[in-house]
């Protein structure tokens, strides 16, 4: 059971997680959009989109840095456990509640405004349950374990287990004894990872960082395109 | 230098009747797919007025092009590249489909539907964007001809710049057409604000277009144009613009705006230019000295010098002979009776404008003088500073002197001719008024009313040896997968996943299938039409009758498929 919990299930999810990307982008290009609303509704999207994007990119930073930077770093360059903690669970809440509240006014707009409304997928709704889900049982991960509760130190367990996944070596005895609600949200965030390439949320990886570096006018010639035109000429055994 | 060339057009303002037949064919061929109701590519305002969308001339409020800083460099007005990345989660000055217009159908299966009943039915409006009834308030030639009167012309941000008195006289005795497409800019603003580097200008012909599998709808170009030419596609969640009917451009025929214009006023043809140039010269500090340094980096292709440099660009032979013959060269620089759109959004538009005499002619037939004596106008054109000051805010950032240049131009050949016209001789003397010779106002005057198609319009196709890069000519069926694109279809994630489909195959399969379909709003599954084509006569086709019902159950025959 722990081995399809926590070796089977992540290594599946990520499978399919890097497969869909690289199937998505070669054969939905066209589809790979954020599918702006803004047109039909911008008053209320100007506070929600910003609070929940924003936030949930303060949350992926404080994930790379909880999940990926082994503790004994961090207490080399002389931050104590105490002050660590301290400020993950200061700052991890405060993104948290600002992702949580933008994707409450993005969610409620979505289902209020008419327009945005009839535009929504089947796709889309499942997206934001799931979503939701991750988000919402992260908080209560969260909450319960280091704001209300005594405190876990999921650096000492879920860490060096997300590690494992990575070289190749995976652990899945240490997840055994991870509180409940850190194993659900786990679970849940392997769900949405294999979701992931299949809906709008592949906009995240078109992050346009590119922007800052490249003239500000493109020119492109024909010439470069006509070797392909605007589809692949198909080869011959795929006609 | 680097030669490069530039596909440009220039529209005679003077034959524009307002008939809207560039628009209307330009939607059946380019934006006639859900998502895009609202697009127009080429849209004919009335001026004064409003425009489409509304008031995006004013630039205090929608930031569309770029600004000069205090250092002499350029800037994107809406914020440079941090704060457009920053702004990216929610633009803060993007137009509102209100801004545009509600689309709409009417629910014309009322009726046919409607049970009997006292009154007559009627087909309500239905708004295409929520799927509701609607009340119909605005559209994108709702001004048309001064409809609403000043009220609505009132809102006209270039009548706002001008003074109190021209602008009440304005209102009253003005009125003319002012066509618009893309103007595929020499320092497109659009591409600029591109964050994926989606739109791009083209390097053979400087057509700027957008690669709908690189957008991915962050919507900062629809800002980025200050001549709000940049649309989004609300279904695909992709930028569409204007693209100068690139297909047939290619194969040297004009853009279909062009061919389908009925007072002909439409003129294309290639500029050469220095691309190395523009940059500085977008720049320079005086907004009215941009008309002057735009005209400088156009290059002249008759000289040896340009030739053999256009050459050394790669610019292949029969392009730089179609350069110099062409009809935007001669209106542009040679006449110098063409203006740009707004030179002060500084981003060298490509589509250029002959500025109407006819608000002139008007007032002086109506006020009881012969319009065509050249005493009577020039002295209106130097007078009548209502409609010069008005076209000066909209094509030389406010500087009256090239307008009335080009007035007295206008003015002089309808004077010059018409002595022609009546036999009488040739009066050198008008054409010297206006600096130019008797000779080369009949040659203006041949490309002006008598221009043949060819003339008009010098095209060089694109090159045959890279045809096979010509995006229309798919050397494999466009048809070929199984509920793809070209079936009518898409892939598997709805509306707008899947490979892309060409334009026109799209176009086509939309057409068709809209044409059959039982209701405008919702074109029924496939199955359910019947292809008669190949039915022989024998039996029935499945679908052709609805299910027989008998009081007995079951129609005792059976439903009888398909032979």
């Known amino acids: 059971m722990n081995t399809l919990l926590w070796v089977i299930i992540p290594y599946l999810s990520i499978m399919v997680f890097v497969g869909g990307l ?16 803004q047109l039909y509704e911008s008053t209320i999207l100007r506070w929600g989109s910003p609070l929940f994007h924003f936030g949930v990119l303060l949350v992926l930073i404080g994930h790379v840095g909880g999940l990926l930077v082994p503790k004994s770093w961090t207490e080399a360059v002389g931050i104590t456990e105490h002050a660590y903690h301290l400020t993950a669970v200061f700052l991890g809440t405060i ?133 392909r035109g605007l589809r692949a000429a198909r080869r011959g055994w795929e006609r | ?7 440009s057009m220039v529209m005679n303002l003077d034959k524009c009747i307002g008939c809207h037949t560039c628009s209307v064919t330009c939607k059946q061929a380019w934006t006639n797919r859900s998502g895009v109701e609202y697009v127009w590519f080429n849209n004919v305002e009335s001026r004064p007025g409003q425009g489409y969308p509304r008031t995006y001339q004013d630039q205090n409020r929608w930031e569309g092009g770029w600004v000069r800083t205090r250092r002499g460099r350029l800037k994107l007005r809406a914020g440079g590249r941090m704060k457009k990345l920053l702004t990216i989660f929610a633009n803060p000055k993007l137009p509102s489909i209100q801004d545009y217009y509600e689309p709409w159908t009417y629910e014309y299966e009322h009726l046919l539907s409607a049970p009997a009943g006292e009154h007559t039915p009627v087909a309500r409006p ?6 509701h009834d609607t009340k119909i308030s605005w559209s994108a030639n709702w001004d048309d001809s001064l409809a609403g009167g000043n009220e609505i012309a009132a809102g006209d941000p270039i009548l706002a710049q001008v003074s109190d008195r021209v602008r009440e006289e304005y209102e009253k005795s003005f009125l003319f057409f002012l066509p618009r497409i893309c103007e595929h800019c020499l320092n497109p603003s659009c591409a600029a604000s591109c964050p994926s580097g989606a739109i791009y200008k083209r390097a053979e012909d400087g057509i700027v277009l957008v690669d709908q599998d690189r957008c991915r709808g962050w919507r900062m170009c629809i800002t980025g144009c200050p ?103 001669d209106l542009i620089m040679r006449h110098r009776v063409a203006l740009p759109l707004h030179p002060e959004y500084r981003t060298m538009p490509m589509v250029w404008y002959i500025p109407p005499l006819s608000p002139v ?13 050249p005493g009577n106008l020039f002295g209106a054109v130097d007078a009548l500073r209502i409609p010069v000051e008005y076209l000066a805010g ?3 950032a406010g500087d009256p002197a090239p307008v009335t240049e080009v007035l007295r131009k206008l003015a002089a050949m309808r004077s010059y001719q018409r002595r022609i016209n009546l036999g009488e001789e040739r009066d050198e003397s008008i054409a010297e008024a206006v600096g130019m010779t008797g000779r080369q106002i009949e040659d203006m005057y041949r490309l002006l009313a008598i221009a043949k198609y060819d003339e008009r319009y010098v095209i060089p196709a694109a090159h045959a040896e890279t045809a096979a890069g010509l995006e229309e000519l798919a050397t494999g069926c466009s048809l070929d997968y199984e509920g793809g694109p070209g079936m009518g279809g898409s892939g598997p994630f709805g509306e707008t996943s899947g490979r892309y489909a060409p334009i026109a195959v799209e176009n086509f399969q939309a057409l068709s299938t809209r044409q059959r379909a039982d209701d405008i709003n919702q074109p029924g599954p496939e199955a359910k039409r019947v292809n ?32």
């Not at chain 1, 199937?23 to 599918?35: L, P």
């Not at chain 2, 239905?126 to 799927?131: A, D, P």
């Not at chain 2, 002619?361 to 004596?373: A, F, I, K, M």
């Open chain 1, 22 to 37: 690289i199937w998505r982008r070669r054969y939905d290009k066209f589809g790979w959009t954020t599918r702006s609303s």
């Open chain 1, 95 to 227: 993104a948290g509640l600002c992702t949580l509240i933008g994707m409450a006014i993005l969610i409620a707009r979505r289902r209020l405004v008419g327009p945005v409304f009839t535009s929504t997928t089947r796709n889309d709704k499942a997206m934001y349950a799931v979503l939701g889900a991750v988000i919402v049982l992260g908080l209560w991960a969260t909450v319960r374990a280091n704001v209300v509760g005594d405190g876990y130190d999921y650096r000492e367990t879920v860490s060096p287990w997300f590690r494992s996944l990575f070289i190749l070596q995976p652990d899945p005895s240490i997840m055994a004894g991870v509180p409940s609600s850190f194993q659900i949200h786990v679970l849940a965030a392997f769900v949405l990872l294999a979701f992931w390439p299949f809906t709008r949320l592949v906009h995240a990886f078109s992050a346009p960082v590119g922007y800052l570096t490249r003239p500000y006018v493109v020119y492109r010639s024909r010439d470069a395109r006509s070797q």
């Open chain 2, 1 to 7: 230098m680097r030669v490069m060339a530039q596909m």
């Open chain 2, 126 to 131: 239905k708004s295409l964007i929520t799927g």
């Open chain 2, 227 to 329: 001549y709000k030419k940049v649309y989004f596609n609300h279904r695909t969640g992709k930028a569409e613009k204007c693209t100068f009917c690139f297909p047939r451009v290619e194969i040297g025929i004009p853009t279909v705006c062009s061919e389908t214009c009925v007072g002909r006023l439409r003129y294309i043809g290639l500029m050469l230019y220095d691309a190395d140039a523009v940059g500085k010269a977008a720049a320079v500090e005086s907004k009215t000295d941009l008309y002057t340094s735009q005209l400088s980096v156009f290059l002249d292709p008759n000289d040896p010098a340009v030739a053999a440099a256009a050459r050394a660009s790669g610019i292949p032979e029969d392009w730089i002979d179609a350069a110099r013959r062409s009809p935007i060269w």
């Open chain 2, 361 to 373: 002619v008007d007032v002086l037939r109506d006020t009881g003088h012969d319009g065509e004596d």
């Open chain 2, 394 to 396: 909209l094509f030389t």
């Open chain 2, 532 to 563: 008669l084509l190949n039915w022989d006569g024998k039996g029935r086709p499945a679908g052709l009758f609805p299910p027989r019902e008998s009081p007995n159950g079951p129609d005792p025959n059976g439903p009888e498929e398909k032979p």
